[in-house]
Nanobody
């Protein structure tokens, strides 16, 4: 089970840190991928981290502003989001899976999905 938290309302230029807490002993085996979906738009890849934390990958739209990290001892992944823009507003979903190359991760290829947390960015 994956549970996201940390979403909310923030002014443009502000920051939020999303958390994804996992239950179960297999968490450390999986890559974690954050997807997001804005109203009226298709779900899109945002950021990913390998099972060890040694590799990360970001969508071009968030590169340089978002940072993904994990602590397998705490079964937790974080997505630090800085310099937020109105176009970052979306429901953010945490997913886990045995994806190959992080950049190729697909929503329907993951094994576990959270219910999402809403991020609203006000201009």
């Amino acid at each position: 089970q994956l549970v996201e938290s940390g979403g909310g309302l923030v002014l443009a230029g502000g920051s939020l840190r999303l958390s994804c807490a996992a239950s179960g002993r297999t968490f450390s085996r999986y890559a974690i991928v954050w997807f997001r979906q804005a109203p009226g738009k298709e779900r899109e890849f945002a950021a990913a981290i390998s099972w060890s934390g040694g590799s990360t990958y970001y969508a071009d739209s968030v590169k340089g502003r978002f940072t993904i990290s994990r602590d397998n001892a705490k079964n937790t992944v974080w997505l630090q989001m800085n310099s937020l823009k109105p176009e970052d507003a979306a429901v953010y979903y945490c997913t886990a899976g045995s994806t190959g190359e992080l950049r190729l991760a697909r929503w329907d290829g993951m094994h576990y999905w959270g219910k999402g947390t809403q991020v609203t960015v006000s201009s």
